[in-house]
């Protein structure tokens, strides 16, 4: 069984929030009047209107699964911008804000998306009635793997996922790779898809978002990653990293599965029917040096319907689904026209639309009534930036406008020095103004460290390593950008600029 980390009489005080039923609303006007509190750890915002209890049980499996990842894997592997959890009291209420696929709510329990600022798990909350942790161990799972979340094929990010989704630990040790029920039920009466269909599968593929297709797909995306990881053939296990590196030099998911572990797909195919048919699963135990089971220290507030409107609006915004993030915006703006909140999420929103007279608009305001955030200060920066280059972000500027420009991005840096996209656009305002090429070289370097699987920062620090004279530094920093795999627009700037460097 699982081990429930939370004492909550012991550990937290509860705020005065009222139960609620688990009855959906009829619409998403009365979930935005609920009684919404925040219970935030180490790693995670968690927002909730539902049972109280349920929401410290979540906090407190969702630290027990890092901490025990950073065990295993250390403290860089979990290393991340704010973690924040929507936790919606079942799923009805959460489908106004799921990803649209062919223009309706899409056929998902849960889902994770990333960012530069803040990664954003969305899902329902489990309850004593519902206690399973799958999903969202699954999505926290993609977060872990980010690094590879350029080079992986979906069935392996998904694969893996599944993997790390059966977590479960007994003080000091863990096990994953548990059999999956509903993977064994499909397994049984379903054909697997043939190896070359499940690697083509993209994000809007037919067999990623159907309902009657989607079943397969994650069935052999975990019978497949569990075969490779846990079975007993012990070639294969060992051969199995090798497929990431060929991935990462530019190899396809084909390619690189049949060099990396030296069989064929219609072997592999065969092999994984009889591993199917034998239905005998091996979990992975791993022993860790602490006793996961420690006090979790958690704190509670409530939040104001201003914040969570704010919130809304916000979390469709970064699925793309802007025009309802507007409307939540709006009601936002009505509600308290003083807060900063909503400008905020104006402005961002502008920004996303790429109006950059628009987005300065409403983020000025929104610092005006008192905005402290990082992500406010970065985007005005940045806009004003656009809106005062006019196209030429390679022309210095001069005076007031320069330092103001710098003085945003150094408070957003202040106020998050692990955000990834300040140092990266400091480091390329410092090398435009020429004022000091070192700074903006070691900007660029935090950016680079702080985010490694962005691969646009490279191309930004081997410009400034041209600026400082540098061509074999710059040579060296845009290689994985010449890689067949690398993003097409990236790859043939770094061609362009690998003439440039052999012309100096």
Request: glycine share 6%; charged share 20%; proline share 6%.
């Amino acid at each position: 069984m699982r081990r429930l980390l939370l004492i909550v009489a012991l550990l937290i005080v509860r705020p005065a929030v009222s139960q609620t039923d688990d009855a959906a609303p009829a619409s998403p006007v009365p979930l935005a009047q609920r009684h919404w509190f925040a219970v935030s750890t180490a790693h995670f915002n968690i927002y909730s209107c539902g049972d109280v209890t349920d929401t410290y049980r979540l906090a407190g499996q969702l630290e027990e699964f890092q901490r025990a990842y950073a065990l295993l894997a250390g403290q860089n592997a979990t290393a991340s911008p704010p973690i924040v959890v929507l936790a919606f009291p079942n799923h009805d209420a959460m489908i106004p804000f799921l990803p649209l696929y062919q223009g309706h709510p899409g056929n998902i329990a849960g889902f994770f998306t990333r960012g530069s600022d803040e990664n954003l798990i969305v899902m329902s909350l489990p309850n004593a009635d519902s206690p399973d942790m799958d999903v969202i161990f699954h999505e926290y799972a993609h977060l872990l793997f980010r690094h590879n979340d350029e080079i992986w094929p979906l069935w392996l990010k998904e694969g893996m996922a599944e993997i790390y989704s059966t977590f479960v630990t007994g003080g000091n040790h863990v096990e994953i790779a548990r059999p999956i029920d509903r993977h064994l039920r499909t397994l049984a009466t379903e054909q697997l898809m043939p190896l070359d269909e499940l690697f083509s599968v993209g994000r809007n593929s037919p067999q990623y978002n159907e309902a009657s297709r989607q079943g397969m797909f994650y069935a052999e995306s975990w019978l497949l990653t569990d075969y490779l990881m846990t079975s007993d053939n012990t070639v294969l296990k060992s051969r199995f990293p090798r497929y990431t590196e060929l991935l990462s030099e530019g190899q396809t998911a084909e390619q690189a599965f049949t060099n990396a572990l030296g069989v064929s797909l219609d072997a592999m195919e065969t092999e994984l029917r009889r591993y199917a048919q034998a239905g005998e699963y091996h979990p992975i135990v791993l022993r860790v040096s602490q006793d996961l089971s420690a006090p979790l220290k958690v704190s509670t507030r409530m939040v104001t319907p201003v914040e969570i409107l704010f919130r809304f609006g916000d979390e469709l915004m970064r699925i793309g689904r802007l025009d309802d993030a507007q409307s939540w915006f709006t009601q936002a703006q009505q509600l308290a026209p003083e807060s900063p909140l909503p400008y905020e999420g104006l402005g961002l929103l502008a920004s996303e639309r790429d109006d950059a007279e628009g987005a300065v608009k409403e983020l000025q305001q929104a610092m005006q009534y008192g905005s402290t955030s990082f992500l406010t200060d970065y985007t005005y920066a940045r806009e004003k930036y656009h809106l005062t280059a006019r196209g030429n972000m390679y022309g210095p500027l001069s005076g007031d406008l320069a330092a103001e420009i710098r003085g945003d991005l150094e408070k957003s840096i202040t106020l998050m020095p692990d955000f990834a996209p300040a140092h990266e656009l400091l480091g390329f305002f410092e090398m435009v103004q020429g004022d000091d090429i070192t700074l903006a070289e070691q900007q660029l370097n935090d950016a680079i460290q702080l985010e490694p699987e962005n691969p646009s920062y490279l191309y930004t620090l081997a410009q400034a390593q041209i600026h400082a004279h540098d061509p074999d530094g710059a040579r060296r920093t845009i290689q994985p950008l010449l890689l067949p795999n690398a993003d097409a627009k990236l790859h043939a700037a770094a061609l362009e600029m690998m003439q440039q460097i052999n012309g100096l």
